[in-house]
T-cell receptor, first 112, second 112 residues
Framework: DAGITQSPRHKVTETGTPVTLRCHQTENHRYMYWYRQDPGHGLRLIHYSYGVKDTDKGEVSDGYSVSRSKTEDFLLTLESATSSQTSVYFC???????????FGPGTRLTVL | QKEVEQNSGPLSVPEGAIASLNCTYS??????FFWYRQYSGKSPELIMFIYSNGDKEDGRFTAQLNKASQYVSLLIRDSQPSDSATYLCALVTQGGSEKLVFGKGTKLTVNP
């Protein structure tokens, strides 16, 4: 357990509403990541952060934004949720420049 | 060719047998390679990483890396029903800068 929590763990929302998912870590790691996992697509990187206020896009960033105002928190926002954003979202942290990543428990999001 | 290819399986082996999971990749400059295990409904769990050509052993697990042939494999000796899971191969591509690229995973079933 790398001290990563995600909230909420489950959420059902409606199309067009904004949604924010939170990733919290307790061990002061520099790098944090947001992935989504879908059947047939595997894990895909949405956004990542390499420090406070330092973020960059991943493979599937359209429709998502992120913020990191504190080392321990990395927020993922769906500005206007769509049904195609129904997925399981995982946060991950990287402990060092050796690139091993450790995952949080995940958030299951359903957009109706 | 996709960056990371895995046979989706399912791969079925009897208890006590050796399970062999394979992964090929397209970027010759890839440096770091990882194997994750994911139980159904759970988050990915890092089980092995390998950076150099050759074999790396950890208990019942052996990771093998052949950069010339661009493949990495995971052997599980004395397979147990508790090893039944999806195994994800991941790597950092050249210039990847702390970003992992994942294969879609191979589902392994170990039959008692």
């Amino acid at each position: 357990d790398a001290g990563i929590t995600q909230s909420p763990r489950h959420k059902v929302t409606e199309t067009g509403t904004p949604v924010t998912l939170r990733c919290h870590q307790t061990e002061n790691h520099r790098y944090m990541y947001w992935y989504r996992q879908d059947p047939g697509h595997g894990l895909r990187l949405i956004h990542y952060s390499y420090g406070v206020k330092d973020t960059d896009k991943g493979e599937v960033s359209d429709g998502y934004s992120v913020s990191r105002s504190k080392t321990e928190d990395f927020l993922l926002t769906l500005e206007s949720a769509t049904s195609s954003q129904t997925s399981v979202y995982f946060c991950a942290i990287s402990t060092s420049g050796r690139n091993e990543q450790f995952f949080g428990p995940g958030t299951r999001l359903t957009v109706l | 060719q996709k960056e990371v290819e895995q046979n989706s399986g399912p791969l079925s082996v009897p208890e006590g047998a050796i399970a062999s999971l394979n992964c090929t990749y397209s970027d010759r400059g890839s440096q770091s390679f990882f194997w994750y295990r994911q139980y159904s409904g759970k988050s990915p769990e890092l089980i092995m990483f390998i950076y150099s050509n050759g074999d790396k052993e950890d208990g019942r697990f052996t990771a093998q890396l052949n950069k010339a042939s661009q493949y990495v494999s995971l052997l599980i000796r004395d397979s147990q029903p508790s090893d039944s899971a999806t195994y994800l191969c991941a790597l950092v591509t050249q210039g990847g800068s702390e970003k992992l690229v994942f294969g879609k995973g191979t589902k392994l079933t170990v039959n008692p």
